[in-house]
């Protein structure tokens, strides 16, 4: 350890996070300086001397907007949402090394705020969090357009932060390491090619990760053009269409600064970071992330936007077996170089083995106990709210601390996997099912099944009393459990330990965790479980009904509050023979196929399937006092 005192460490992070923030600034001038020369013209030229006093001016006057909340938006998560992702943006910056040390008042200085042994996997947790932000801002901003544009987010980054991880892990092989300055470390050596001395950056041995890579971070960072969640010609902006203001500049904030540290992440891990030909410095850092913000400018003025269907076949049938290929190549190299395996011998690995632990007994110390009694609270939202998507917000919180516990006991890995796997991945697939199925009219929890809410008290009061009974004997016995000192003895490889954890100690544990899933389970087919057709449908519908016929006889009928049946039933009879019915709804302007029948007659109405060869006949009547389309 160096004598770097901690005020020095506090001033150059201060001095990092404000430069990413200038950095920022200065890049949409870049952006407009560089489109306007590829679109030959001058660009901003007015404010400064070459304009560039343009981003203070863009700043004044995003401040000087009309801040609006639409009256349909969920008032709460429409304020967060924006501070999620321009908090989480810049911290990624923290890890990233931008020099070797100094000295400075006779104190050493690392130029970097910290080095953490996980500092990728750090980079990739905060960017699942970020996502956060753009998935309840598109929710909570009440507008249809928006909301397609989070659900388009969360397919996107659940698709792409796949493969952008992956492909790093041909780095991690490589320079058997997660933390970035020893991947740089790694990279700061020549290779003789030939008689020749070149650098050992990282791209020269990994160039499909790295085409793989800037691929999925182009992707990750929602930038053209592969910028379908806030596609303008599709969905106005996406899901900021509703922000305006300071708000809308969080996330305009957030977009940027995640390309600068995208820019430097991938100058650091493929291009040797501040290692050049010349003298080391932070020079070639911002040299290299220049050319990297380059061709972000660059792929937005030339190509046009991807299709979704595109988009999504990219990740999942070039880019994922792409680089498992990848992964496969640089670990039997790997292994062949270090000669742990003969020339004739082609090993592959074939998974990676993840073990997550949600339950733990823990020394009730300062910070422990905070963040545990936030995340009891936090657990107690998931299950009280009444809005399933408040609920998916706790349940974040609580995760989020459960890592910040993991943290505190010296676990950053499983902290970092329990921010990626469950925060990252499996509740962005929650928030995008919820948004999907409900939409508009998110449901109320509501009761009405006594018998089977007493039922179900019944066994989870069974299986508490299960988990008691078989705790008490496992004390009364002597036994230990993970809580413990030494559980286990850790005689024998890790394959023989980790099953004799699972298998003796954490057996509790991990059964707690079933009930857990099993539960979950549950409740996601009573959530998924469609409303009554008498009763949501029916309530919804107010419009017309068509009756069609081949022949090119049409009627229309004002829906009464009875629904579909009771206005068929009002129709005249007989002069409408094998007619069909159309449902118009006049708030969203949609027509749906009800049912036909033989005779449009009240006393003898039969209901029969539509049949394919009527409804490729029917002429579809416009509904009554509805607005033009």
Do not use: C
Not at 487 to 498: E, K
Not at 561 to 583: D, H, K, S
Request: hydrophobic share 50%; aromatic share 10%; glycine share 10%.
């Amino acid at each position: 350890m160096n004598d770097q005192p901690l005020w020095m460490t506090y001033l150059f992070g201060f001095i990092v996070l404000n430069g990413m923030l200038v950095g920022m600034a200065y890049m949409t001038y870049a952006e407009r300086k560089v489109l306007a020369l590829m679109q030959d013209r001058i660009g901003p030229n007015r404010v400064g001397p070459f304009g560039l006093l343009q981003p203070i001016a863009d700043g004044i006057k995003l401040l000087g907007k009309e801040d609006l909340i639409p009256a349909a938006a969920d008032k709460r998560i429409f304020v967060i949402a924006p501070l999620i992702a321009f908090v989480t943006a810049p911290l990624s910056a923290l890890v990233i090394p931008f020099g070797d040390q100094v000295t400075i008042f006779g104190h050493t200085l690392n130029l970097y705020v910290t080095d953490l042994n996980i500092a990728v996997l750090y980079v990739l947790a905060l960017g699942s969090i970020g996502v956060y932000g753009i998935i309840l801002g598109g929710y909570a901003s009440g507008n249809r357009y928006s909301l397609l544009g989070a659900l388009r987010s969360a397919a996107q980054v659940i698709s792409y932060e796949i493969t952008l991880g992956l492909s790093l892990v041909g780095v991690f092989i490589l320079a058997s390491s997660l933390s970035l300055v020893e991947i740089l470390n790694a990279q700061r050596t020549s290779l003789d090619v030939f008689g020749l001395s070149i650098p050992n950056w990282y791209i020269l041995s990994q160039p499909l990760g790295f085409i793989i890579f800037l691929i999925s971070a182009v992707a990750e960072t929602n930038r053209a053009p592969f910028d379908l969640p806030e596609a303008e010609t599709e969905l106005i902006s996406g899901f900021h269409t509703e922000y305006s203001g300071f708000r809308f500049s969080f996330y305009f904030l957030a977009e940027y600064i995640n390309m600068i540290i995208v820019a430097m992440l991938a100058s650091t891990l493929f291009l040797g970071g501040i290692d050049g030909p010349l003298k080391d410095g932070i020079w070639w850092l911002l040299l290299k992330a220049t050319i990297f913000l380059f061709f972000y400018i660059w792929l937005r003025g030339t190509l046009p936007r991807f299709r979704y269907d595109q988009l999504m076949g990219i990740a999942w049938k070039v880019l994922l077996p792409l680089v498992l290929v990848n992964i496969a190549i640089t670990g039997w190299v790997k292994l062949r170089s270090d000669g742990e395996i003969s020339n004739t011998t082609f090993l592959i690995p074939l998974g990676v083995v993840v073990l997550g632990l949600l339950y733990a007994m823990f020394a009730a110390t300062r910070g422990q106990a905070v963040l545990a009694v936030i995340a009891v609270v936090a657990a107690l939202g998931v299950v009280l709210a009444r809005n399933p998507v408040h609920s998916a917000v706790a349940l974040v919180v609580t995760f989020v601390n459960l890592a910040g516990i993991f943290v505190l006991l010296r676990a950053e890995f499983l902290a970092a996997v329990q921010i990626i796997v469950y925060t990252g991945a499996i509740l962005v697939l929650v928030l995008f099912v919820i948004m999907l199925v409900h939409q508009d009219d998110l449901p109320e929890f509501h009761g009405g099944f006594p018998l089977q809410r007493g039922l179900g008290v019944i066994i989870g009061l069974m299986l508490l009393g299960e988990f008691a009974a078989a705790i008490l004997t496992r004390t009364a016995v002597g036994q230990t459990g993970p809580w413990t000192e030494s559980a286990v003895d850790r005689a024998g490889g890790n394959v023989q330990v980790l099953g004799q954890f699972l298998y003796s100690g954490y057996v509790l544990p991990i059964q707690a965790i079933a009930v857990v899933l099993l539960v979950g389970t549950i409740g996601a087919l009573v959530l998924a479980r469609p409303d009554e057709p008498t009763t949501r449908r029916r309530a919804r519908t107010t419009g017309t009904i068509s009756l069609a016929h081949p022949r090119g006889a049409d009627a229309e009928l004002a829906l009464p509050a009875g629904g579909t049946t009771a206005a068929a039933r009002t129709a005249p009879p007989g002069e409408f023979r094998g007619g069909l019915i159309m449902v118009r709804d006049n708030e969203s302007y949609t027509e749906t196929p009800a049912f036909e029948m033989d005779y449009f007659n009240p006393a003898s109405a039969a209901v029969e399937p539509i049949s394919d060869a009527v409804r490729g006949e029917v002429l579809h009547g416009r509904g009554i006092g509805s607005e033009e389309e």
